[in-house]
């Protein structure tokens, strides 16, 4: 249920409202919109008669929200959220560039990367340090040196930055450091991880699963902005499908219905989406034509060296002429880079 307030409501109305919701048991969400106040009803198992509300002053209506999706669902906030990071907007036409390695290597390495990707128009530097990786053998990331690197790349260069959260063991610490909280694909479905950023007061950047429906996307998001947190990014970073000559699927496809569905910022990451680096431009130009909010692009000075993702890294001269080539079609498409 979505109880939507006159335009003129005034804030004891509204706190009206919501004590309404917390008496019948449930949770209310005010959401401020850009004329009026809208509150989401959270936590009923059925229908709630709307004249509970409609006799209230100050409401306009109460309408049934029809998607099991809430507060990420444009029927309750139709405008795009937009969130804002150390100085770069990130949703609502406003495009982030979000590059860097997969992993934080060394010092050197990272350095150089965030100052060309700073260079040539990133806004935002990418890097892991606590990687969830496949095999238990492979380089699993620096831990908090790792931080402390890009923490260091930060004051240097100016970018805010990105990094995963594994675990809730190591929520306190990546908190320390981190910008935005990236959840990986692996733990779209960590549903306690999800609770527990959902109780920060961080951008968090929600990967696809690698094999999520749209649909179970947008409910672990849900549990995010349930816990308090609006500030959620939504990165699609390709599904598993039966094709295997490339790393996964980018689905673009799903990019307009998601627009249509959530007023949340969409990113797409190419790297992970194909897996090969000669793909990324190119799906990153189609990704931008397509109207998104940001590109996640890893980039390495020796991707043939890299502890983890070589094969996808961008060289610094592919980076050069990717960001090169975004600015014509941010051009054509009116949007900022
Ligand atoms: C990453 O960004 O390096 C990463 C591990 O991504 P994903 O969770 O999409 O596999
Ligand atoms: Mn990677």
């Known amino acids: 249920m979505l109880v939507l307030m006159k335009s003129g409501a005034t804030p004891a109305q509204i706190e009206s409202v919501c004590q309404t919701i917390r008496d019948l048991g449930y949770a209310p969400h ?36 029809s998607q099991p999706f809430k507060l990420v669902s444009r029927e309750v906030k139709p405008e795009d959220t937009v969130i804002e990071v150390g100085g770069v907007k990130i949703g609502g036409g406003h495009v982030a560039i979000m590059a860097g390695p997969c992993s934080v290597e060394t010092r050197e390495q990272t350095l150089s990367t965030a100052e060309h990707v700073k260079k040539h128009g990133a806004h935002i530097l990418r890097g892991g340090a606590f990687k969830p990786r496949t095999s238990p053998y492979e380089f699993q990331g620096l831990r908090e040196g790792g931080l402390e690197i890009l923490a260091e790349a930060r004051d240097k260069t100016g970018m805010p930055i990105i990094t995963e959260i594994k675990d809730t063991d190591s929520l306190d610490v990546v908190c320390k450091y981190a910008d935005v909280l990236q959840i990986g694909a692996r733990n779209m479905q960590n549903f306690s991880l999800l609770e527990a950023v959902g109780e920060r007061d961080k951008p968090v950047m929600l990967k696809r699963g690698l094999s999520s429906t749209m649909k179970e996307w947008l409910m672990a998001a849900e549990y995010i ?5 609006r500030k959620v990014i939504l990165c699609e970073r390709g599904i598993r499908t039966f094709e295997t000559a490339t790393r996964n699927t980018l689905d673009l496809g799903v990019l307009p219905m998601l627009r249509a569905t959530t007023h949340l910022p969409i990113v797409v990451d190419p790297s992970h989406g194909c897996g090969y680096a000669k793909g990324v ?57």
Do not use: W, Y
């Open 30 to 65: 005010p959401i401020e919109g850009a004329i009026r106040t809208a509150v989401g009803v959270t936590g009923n198992k059925g229908p709630i008669e709307p004249s509970v509300f409609t006799r209230l002053d100050g409401v306009a209506d109460a309408v049934p929200v």
């Open 225 to 229: 902005l349930s816990r308090g947190n």
């Open 281 to 337: 431009t190119p799906l990153s130009r189609a990704a931008l034509a397509l109207g998104v909010d940001g590109l996640m692009v890893e980039v390495h000075p020796e991707p043939s060296k890299a502890l983890s993702d070589g094969p996808q890294a961008l060289t610094f001269p592919m980076f050069e002429k990717l960001m090169e080539d975004l600015r014509g079609i941010a051009g054509i498409m009116g949007v900022e880079l």
